[in-house]
Structures are given as structure tokens and as C-alpha cells.
């Protein structure tokens, strides 16, 4: 299990026609990722979804909350004590090409991880090699066509597996996968969006999936819950198929009206929900963060900041005080 509790993380750029300024790219996120589960993090570009990611995986501090792994918190710990621990949670970026090292074969690739771990555990050179053609046989791969390869010499499927294979040398308990199939051919995406689900079955490895894109992330984990982030805030989570079907906070509602298929699980009713306009960087931080874009707010909307919580007759957490379901209409995307 790894939880997070109000994590809060601010950037600060430095623009030269703006000066300096404060990114407020999380702020205090709570989140709880079960052992072998899945999560889903969907949100519009900038929402704080990879920041969250590199965060989970230590690839980034945070500000503020705790981050517990197992039953370990790591805020108390310095850096080098946090290390294994997130090692166990092993990232998987947009881009495998820029992933791996183009001057490495891919038996380079692997075999530097694993024999810092043959080492740590005392295990010979004929393991590595064992090892090496077993976490390829895993993702799906002919080690001994892959093996003395270079990255420019496998496609772009077979490159984001060789990195989800690297993932697994260090044996991890979750797989974070940020936008990890955008970058690759539309025909091989679905066989890695297989593979994550396969390697959530067989060796029990948690998946985290970070995407524009509510259909993959149902497709990842139709039994896990789904996080609607908005401007550094989780807005909506529950359950992947409640938060689809029924969704009650209007962001979740103007962003799965723009997505023209759910598989079935769009409901056309009679109140369309307004499309989403650009976002507005000069939007206020009080009150709701929606609230300059949205159709339905209140008197409360303007002056106070929804917290995420439940509310009766509403099985999902959402952050609006205004919580109602609204049916989804699917437009083409032309239309919007
Ligand atoms: N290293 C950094 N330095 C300064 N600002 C950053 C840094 N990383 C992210 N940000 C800012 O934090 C905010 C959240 O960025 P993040 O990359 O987490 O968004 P995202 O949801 O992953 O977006 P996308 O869908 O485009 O990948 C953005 O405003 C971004 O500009
Ligand atoms: S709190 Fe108000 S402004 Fe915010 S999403 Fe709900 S109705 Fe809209
Ligand atoms: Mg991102």
C-alpha cells in the first residue's frame, strides 16, 4: 500500500516577461494506492499529474504531507534513507526513446541494474544472464533477438517494453505510468496497455496511470479509482466506473462531454454540460479553483474552496458544493 496525505508542491519559475512566479502545482493531494491495485490520475495539461507521479516515485520532493510505503513514512527520512523505498516504485516515461541510453545494447541496459542487485543479494553472473532473459520473456519480448539490439533498432512498442522490462529488474511493487502510451504508434498501444494489465495479474505489481485519457485509464483498472486533478486539486475519485458513469463535480462532467467514446458508458440526457474553454492563467485562487469555468456555481462558489469529502447519496468523494449528476453528452470532437 502507498498513501499520500495533503501532499503540497510549489514551483517557482522565473519568466522574463512575467519575473518570477509561484506554480502552485499541487496543493496537499491525498491519495492511497493499494497493494496490486490501480489508480488512474486524468486531468488537463498542467493539473500537477506528473508532478504527482515523479513525487510517488521520488523522483521529485515535496513541500508539505507524508508519503507512507508499506508502513513506512518517508518525511522523517533524509534522501539517501528514502532511497529504497522508492525504488519499489519504478516510473515509466511518455517517451522510451529518450528513455533508454541509445549507445547501450539493450543486454548494457539491463544488465547494469541487475548487477547492482546480484551484487546486494549475492548471486552469480549466470543469474544476471537468467535473469536479463526473464524480465524480456515477461514484457513480451525474444531475448535472443532483442539482447544484443540497440534502442534505434526495435520500434517504439518494443522500446516501452524494454523500459518496463528494466522496471522489473528491481523487482517493484508499482509500475507509474505517465502518458506512457501517447508517444507510440496507435497500433501498438493497446498490446502495452495489455502487458500493464497483465503484469498487474501475474506478479501482482500495482499500477499507477497517468493520461489525458479516461478510456485507457478504464482500461488499466476497471476495478480501481480514478483521480479528476484540477489545478493542483483532486477534485473527484472513486471508484473508475462511478466517476464515468455518474459523475457529479462539473469539471469531471465538461471533460468526459469532449470525449465522443466511452465504450457505452456516456448516458445522452437532456443537459448538456458546457465543453471546457481554454484554461485562463490569470484565474483567481479563491474560492473554487473552477469556479471562472463553471456553468453551475452557487453563491458559496466564489468566496470558499470545496474540500474533497462525501456527501450523502453520493458514493464518490468529490470537491464541489454544488455535487449533482448531470448526464454526459459525448460530442464529436469537432464539435467542441
Ligand atoms: N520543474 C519544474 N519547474 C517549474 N515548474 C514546473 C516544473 N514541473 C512542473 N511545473 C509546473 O507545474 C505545473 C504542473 O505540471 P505537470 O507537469 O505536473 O502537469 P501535467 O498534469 O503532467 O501536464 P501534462 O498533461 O501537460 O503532462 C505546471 O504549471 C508546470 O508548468
Ligand atoms: S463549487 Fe461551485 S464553482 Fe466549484 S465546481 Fe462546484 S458549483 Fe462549480
Ligand atoms: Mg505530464
Request: one cysteine or more; hydrophobic letters at 40%; glycine letters at 10%.
Amino acid at each position: 500500500m502507498i498513501t499520500g496525505t495533503g501532499v503540497v508542491k510549489t514551483f517557482k519559475q522565473r519568466g522574463k516577461v512575467l519575473g518570477a512566479r509561484e506554480v502552485r502545482a499541487l496543493r496537499g493531494v491525498d491519495f492511497a494506492i493499494p497493494k496490486g491495485g490501480a489508480a488512474s490520475f486524468i486531468g488537463e495539461s498542467g493539473c500537477g499529474k506528473t508532478t504527482l507521479g515523479r513525487i510517488i516515485a521520488g523522483l521529485e520532493s515535496y513541500d508539505e504531507g507524508e508519503i507512507v510505503i508499506g508502513d513506512v513514512p518517508m518525511t522523517p527520512l533524509r534522501p539517501k534513507q528514502r532511497q529504497p523505498h522508492f525504488r519499489k516504485i519504478q516510473m515509466i516515461h511518455q517517451d522510451p526513446y529518450s528513455a533508454l541510453n541509445p549507445t547501450r545494447t539493450i543486454h548494457q541496459t539491463l544488465y547494469a541494474p541487475l548487477s547492482l542487485r546480484a551484487k546486494q543479494t549475492g548471486r552469480s553472473a549466470a543469474w544476471i544472464e537468467e535473469r536479463a532473459a526473464e524480465v524480456l520473456s515477461l514484457v513480451g519480448l525474444d531475448p535472443g533477438t532483442v539482447l544484443a539490439r540497440y534502442p534505434h533498432q526495435l520500434s517504439g512498442g518494443m522500446r516501452q517494453r524494454v523500459v518496463i522490462a528494466r522496471a522489473l529488474t528491481v523487482d517493484p511493487e508499482m509500475l507509474v505510468a505517465d502518458e506512457a502510451v501517447s508517444m507510440i504508434d496507435v497500433s501498438l498501444r493497446l498490446g502495452i496497455l495489455a502487458l500493464l494489465k497483465d503484469l498487474r495479474e501475474r506478479l501482482g505489481v500495482s499500477v499507477l496511470f497517468i493520461t489525458h485519457d479516461v478510456a485507457t485509464a478504464r482500461y488499466i483498472g476497471d476495478d480501481g479509482e480514478l483521480y479528476v486533478i484540477y489545478r493542483g486539486q483532486v477534485v473527484e475519485r472513486g471508484p473508475v466506473d462511478t466517476v464515468i458513469a455518474d459523475p457529479v463535480h462539473p469539471y469531471t462532467q465538461s471533460l468526459l462531454s469532449a470525449i465522443p467514446v466511452l465504450h457505452g458508458l456516456e448516458r445522452p440526457g437532456e443537459e448538456p454540460v458546457t465543453p471546457l474553454s481554454s484554461l485562463d492563467e490569470s484565474q483567481s485562487d479563491e474560492g473554487c479553483l473552477f469556479a471562472r469555468r463553471c456553468p453551475f456555481q452557487g453563491e458559496r462558489c466564489a468566496g470558499e474552496r470545496p474540500l474533497l469529502r462525501i456527501t450523502e447519496g453520493i458514493p464518490q468523494e468529490h470537491a464541489c458544493f454544488y455535487p449533482e449528476r448531470r448526464s454526459v453528452i459525448a460530442r464529436p470532437m469537432s464539435e467542441v
